[in-house]
């Protein structure tokens, strides 16, 4: 494989992750997600450090705040890089949400960068950074 097919690639990858969550659920949230990876969060919040603290947001906060009859949301990898030996990669893209919190529509667009790892053929989100 050349640079731009595994650039290519990487952001199907990431294209399929939001298919997946749409259709299979909270559980495929946490699937790209190595075991040491940080998703640096929003304003005061602590980051989430680890597949096993990903896993227990993801099966509480995110099946809550996301499947209802209420939310939506959308992401798009808009660019992407990948190492030399091809085991680095990032992605970056817009995501837009709206969903219904505490009784009132919360709106939200904002911008991503995903972190893969290459581990035994299969990339990994090791760091996600949402603005």
């Known amino acids: 494989m050349n640079k731009e097919e595994v650039i290519e690639e990487l952001m199907e990858v990431d294209r399929l992750w939001v298919k997946k969550l749409k259709k299979e659920g909270p559980s495929a949230y946490s699937s790209p997600y190595e075991k ?5 969060t929003r304003k005061n919040y602590p980051n989430i450090v680890g597949i096993e603290n990903i896993k227990r947001v993801s099966d509480t906060i995110i099946h809550a ?3 209802n009859d209420v939310y939506e949301g959308f992401s798009e990898p808009l660019s992407a890089d990948v190492s030399n030996d091809f085991t680095l ?3 970056t893209g817009n995501y837009t949400y709206k969903n219904e ?3 009132k529509i919360v709106t939200d667009v ?3 960068v995903l972190i893969w790892k290459k581990f035994d053929g ?3 989100v ?4 949402a603005t």
């Open 101 to 103: 919190i505490n009784g």
């Open 122 to 124: 299969k990339w990994k």
């Open 36 to 40: 040491d990876a940080i998703i640096v």
């Open 110 to 112: 904002g911008k991503y």
């Open 65 to 67: 705040s996301i499947f």
């Open 89 to 91: 990669g990032y992605t």
């Open 126 to 129: 090791s760091l996600k950074i």
